[in-house]
């Protein structure tokens, strides 16, 4: 490939004064009108293209941002691809290249994640991360990060999180209204600040209602399809001869597909027998037809690639983002055929 000496010598011209004007370079060098139509020729002439580390020197900028997150399972993960479709969206419109790296697992992230703001990325979008209070001791300060769902809040990083609450207590309100009352809520594992959120907004719904929930109201799940079957076989075991729920409430639509598996597994039938909500609305949901609680997935890898397009923005022109450290996004009930009334209501 050419190299800049090689256009610098094709158009008779010092190194520094093609540098200037093929790559932008900083310099006291001032270049003509007539310089600058001469690089430019012998640079198409040999079919010169910039390089792409001299051109991030050059300019303090990649041009490239970074999402990290952690697959639960080696499966599809619509979580994951309905956010990032939201980030390269906004990313491809500024012309940004982004680029993906997956953790093993979030054990990994004090030693992988600093690691990342080495240059090869100006900023970074986390998504979906499990960590723990420890976090405002490793995570990179001298690029910008946003946070997705982040389990804990982290000093100086933006965190973008949905009204969990307030869409379980959406979901389970419809319930009740609709006359179901031996409700189950299978939940995320338990140390997930979500999980903690979304089972208050499933009490919440029974106090607001005047009514208490069902004795063994909840049960916990990992974040996908099997951890749904699981959940559902080991209440049904934990039972044997009780009633059946005539409803269940479930953390995500990935564990609320598994549990209506293991319901047809059974026999049952839904909604005819047990109805069956998830939450975040996924392209799966929608496959399914199964009611749920959207989330704006999309939305959220919109808003965080913005944030942190303006994040690296004001840092080049040497200032600080002045937004909020915490942005709130609403979750909104999405009733499809997954959701009927209990057949005694009837």
Not at 38 to 67: C, D, Q
Not at 95 to 100: C, G
Not at 168 to 197: K, Q
Not at 318 to 346: M, S, Y
């Amino acid at each position: 490939m050419p190299t800049l000496a090689d256009v610098a010598r094709e158009a008779g011209v010092s190194h520094v004064a093609a540098s200037v004007v093929l790559n932008g370079a900083k310099s006291g060098t001032r270049t003509s009108a007539e310089t600058r139509a001469r690089v430019i020729a012998a640079a198409e002439l040999l079919r010169y293209r910039p390089n792409a580390t001299a051109r991030a020197l050059a300019h303090g900028r990649t041009n490239t941002i970074g999402v990290v997150t952690s697959y639960w399972t080696a499966g599809t993960n619509a979580y994951f691809m309905d956010v990032f479709g939201g980030v390269i969206e906004v990313a491809t419109a500024a012309e940004q290249t982004t680029s993906v790296f997956m953790l093993r697992n979030w054990g990994e992230a004090p030693r992988r994640i600093p690691a990342l703001g080495d240059g090869r990325v100006d900023g970074l979008i986390v998504l979906a991360p499990m960590i723990g209070n420890d976090a405002s001791d490793w995570m990179p300060t001298h690029i910008p990060c946003v946070t997705v769902h982040s389990n804990y809040a982290v000093d100086g990083v933006v965190n973008l999180d949905s009204d969990d609450e307030a869409g379980a207590f959406d979901a389970v309100s419809r319930m009740l209204a609709l006359g179901h009352r031996r409700i189950l809520h299978i939940a995320g594992p338990n140390v997930l600040a979500g999980a903690e959120r979304r089972a208050a907004g499933y009490f919440r719904a029974f106090s607001a209602a005047g009514l208490t929930p069902p004795a063994d109201p909840v049960v916990h799940a990992q974040l996908h399809l099997a951890g749904g079957r699981n959940a559902m076989l080991e209440w049904l075991l934990r039972h044997p001869g009780a009633p059946l729920p005539e409803a269940v409430f479930c953390f995500n639509d990935a564990i609320a597909l598994g549990c209506m598996e293991e319901l047809k597994t059974r026999g049952l039938r839904v909604p005819e027998d047990v109805s069956v909500v998830g939450f975040d609305d996924t392209a799966l949901a929608g496959t399914a037809r199964m009611s749920t609680v959207r989330q704006p997935l999309h939305s959220f890898g919109r808003r965080a690639a913005e944030v942190l397009l303006e994040q690296i923005e004001a840092r080049q022109a040497g200032g600080q983002w002045q937004g909020p450290d915490q942005i709130v996004l609403p979750t909104e009930l999405v009733l499809r055929e997954t959701l009927a009334a209990p057949a005694h209501a009837g």
